[in-house]
């Protein structure tokens, strides 16, 4: 079951960082949400989701 839960992570943790490379944002912030979501990837996922650059697609 740990497996599932890290792969999960893992695919929501690469979902982010695309989405954040996707954005209008400067590199330095690009990679400073980039950079927490790698070393915190849980916590770091969490505080994307509310706080961080969401993609422009379109």
Same mark, same amino acid.
């Given at each position: *079951?740990?497996?599932?839960?890290?792969? !999960?992570?893992?695919?929501?943790?690469?979902?982010?960082?695309?989405? %954040? =490379?996707?954005?209008?944002?400067? *590199?330095?912030?690009?990679?400073?949400? !980039?950079?927490?979501?790698?070393?915190?990837?849980?916590?770091?996922? %969490? =505080?994307?989701?509310?706080?961080?650059?969401?993609?422009?697609?379109?």
């Amino acid at each position: *079951m740990g497996y599932l839960f890290g792969i !999960i992570i893992f695919a929501l943790d690469v979902w982010a960082i695309a989405s %954040i =490379i996707n954005t209008n944002e400067t *590199m330095t912030t690009k990679l400073m949400w !980039i950079a927490l979501v790698v070393i915190l990837p849980v916590v770091g996922l %969490i =505080i994307w989701w509310f706080a961080g650059p969401k993609a422009n697609y379109g």
